[in-house]
């Protein structure tokens, strides 16, 4: 494992409270965990949490960890999404004690149906799937018994072995728990173990044609790994019923331990404007409305590492979040708050200009060169560093860091108004010079000497700071502006999460940086001061060609528009 553990890195929660209760109070034993995905898309943010909280609990106890994929499937899942996960568990810091896939278990958990067979404990059912439903009632009807539920043992083994011969077509039979079909648990009435599924598998190919479902699945995976505490999201609370008639009937069988493992289920990670299931998100890719699974505005892992938020900031926000008994929903501001909470003391300060309008400084000569001393950190950062910047006559800004009919409170440079140029003169606006439309071209403007790290000896100080590049030395750049991909705050109730996208999650600007982080690292982080946070893009940006991503603004001041830079 990768962590140093100095302090638990799970804080202490239900969960954590049953292990010190099974361990007695050490923090050590046997703690044997799981993260167990289904390859049918790339890890989110919902993952993140899963993964934080079982690798962590493993780390915390001195336990293990498995990654198992939980391929049971063939029709959805594929070896590219194995990857992602692996790739992205890596990128969070974990590393697995092992890595499974369920596929491993095909041949003896074929043997534990057949086992559960002659036990009289399942049965192979032929009435189809809708006829099922109806004969599994009601919350207020009780099921009743199939016509097949009482099959022989040698009859239900000859059927289930054909199932498995490729004998039958797709859902003609399925192999079917015998337990209680007047049990208010829904989940107890008879749930189905295998289905007849006639697709190729991506680790085993066409070498099964039928395949467990996940009730019949899980547990036995559990079993065969010797998971001690096995976590699932709230949604599986019913299923626990099956998970443990399962486990009674075949721990110390078929070649599996006899240590119970137990399911206990916590809480699923979900955040307001965003959609967090696989499928949902796998739609969103196929239909192209994002750039793919790491479009930077996608919640997947891949997508937060391509905007440029750090693991480190993922795990925080995973104990952030805490792991809780009830369902609730996170504000994504608490992520944004998180990420620039991480990257503070990373990213050294520096200026880039994002829509940018010429600033003439008419009383310095077109040679003139100032030198002016830039600290990368803001005092409350404890760290040192600074650069020097060449302030010449020529500068640009941002374009609305002027106005010549300015909004009531404007801070900013306006005719006859002065600001101060960050680390340098107070600036006083004479003119603005515009084309034939009136665009503004360019701001004449004129220095007011020995203002640099004084106020204007006129005591008229400056309304506002602004932030800028020199024209001659400025590096031309693309910033990428995202902003959360949903209108909505919850698009989960939208059928289809693509009509409830917001239109300007995505704004492209052309500008400048300054020309200090030439030589940086293609992997360094900053703060474009009053802008936000940015690296630049891990697949597009070239040095001849720096494309920054906006990871986070600075502040959470959410209005809806392109324009919020
Ligand atoms: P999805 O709906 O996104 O496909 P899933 O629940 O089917 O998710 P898997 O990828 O099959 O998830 O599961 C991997 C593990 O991650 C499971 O143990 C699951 O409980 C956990 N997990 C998935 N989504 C979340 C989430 N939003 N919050 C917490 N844990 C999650
Ligand atoms: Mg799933």
């Not at 054909?162 to 049990?183: T, Y």
């Not at 006639?198 to 699945?217: L, N, V």
């Not at 909505?488 to 940086?513: C, K």
Request: net charge neutral.
């Amino acid at each position: 494992m990768v962590l140093a553990v100095t302090a638990r890195l799970v804080r202490p929660n239900f969960i954590t409270e049953i292990i010190d209760r099974d361990l007695g109070g050490e923090l050590s034993g046997v703690v044997r965990t799981r993260f167990p995905p289904e390859p049918n898309g790339y890890p989110h943010i919902g993952h993140a949490k899963s993964i934080c909280l079982n690798f962590g609990l493993a780390l915390d106890y001195r336990g293990e960890c498995n990654l198992r994929f939980d391929d049971t499937n063939p029709e959805t899942e594929s070896q590219e999404y194995v990857e992602a996960f692996l790739r992205d568990l890596d990128w969070l810091g974990f590393a697995p004690s092992r890595v499974r896939f369920a596929s491993d278990y095909f041949d003896q958990m074929y043997l534990c149906a057949a086992e559960l067979i002659r036990q009289g404990a399942a049965y192979v059912d032929s009435v189809g799937e809708e006829e099922m439903r109806r004969l599994r009632g009601t919350v207020t009807v009780l099921g009743s018994p199939s016509p097949f539920r009482d099959r022989s043992v040698a009859e239900n083994l000859a059927l289930f072995a054909d199932m498995a011969a490729g004998r039958f077509g797709d859902g003609e039979h399925v192999l079917r728990a015998k337990i209680d079909l007047g049990s208010p648990n829904f989940k107890l009435r008879d749930p189905v173990l295998y289905r007849i599924v006639h697709a190729t598998h991506y680790r085993t190919g066409d070498r099964w044609c039928i395949y467990p479902m996940y009730d019949f699945a899980h547990p036995l995976e559990d079993l065969i790994e010797g998971v001690t505490h096995s976590l699932c999201t709230l949604e599986f609370e019913n299923n626990r019923a099956v998970y443990d008639w399962l486990v009674e009937r075949l721990r110390g069988r078929c070649g599996l331990p006899e240590r119970r493992p137990r399911q206990y289920e916590f809480a699923r990670l979900s955040m307001d404007y965003t959609v967090m299931s696989k499928r949902k998100l796998l739609r969103l890719v196929q239909e192209g409305e994002v750039q793919g699974w790491d479009d930077p505005r996608m919640p997947t892992l891949s997508g937060l590492r391509r905007r440029g938020v750090r693991p480190e900031a993922v795990r925080s926000f995973a104990d952030r979040v805490g792991v809780d008994r009830a369902n609730s929903r996170v504000e994504l501001s608490l992520l944004d708050a998180v990420i620039r909470d991480d990257l503070n003391a990373e990213a050294p300060r520096v200026m880039a200009v994002l829509r940018p309008v010429k600033l003439v400084l008419s009383n310095l000569p077109a040679s003139s060169e100032v030198p002016v001393q830039a600290p990368y950190w803001p005092r409350d950062v404890p760290r040192q560093g600074s650069r020097t910047l060449p302030l010449g006559r020529e500068l640009w800004i941002e374009a609305d860091d002027f106005s010549e009919d300015p909004p009531k409170g404007f801070r900013r440079l306006r005719l006859g108004g002065r600001v101060r140029l960050r680390y340098a003169y107070v600036i006083e606006a004479e003119r603005a010079v515009k084309d034939a439309s009136g665009r503004v071209l360019e701001i004449h403007a004129r220095v007011l000497p020995e203002t640099l790290g004084s106020d204007p000896a006129d005591g008229v100080r400056p309304q506002g700071v602004i932030h800028w590049v020199p024209v001659r030395e400025a590096l031309p750049a693309e910033f990428r502006l995202y902003d959360r991909l949903f209108a909505v705050p919850d698009p989960d109730a939208a059928d289809d999460p693509a009509t409830a996208l917001n239109p300007s999650s995505r704004a492209v600007a052309q500008g400048y940086i300054e020309p200090s982080v030439q030589g940086d690292a293609p992997d360094q982080r900053y703060q474009f001061e009053r802008l936000g946070y940015f690296w630049p893009d891990p697949e597009d940006s070239r040095p001849d060609r720096r494309i920054y991503n906006r990871i986070v603004p600075l502040k959470d001041s959410y209005r809806p528009g392109p324009g919020r830079i």
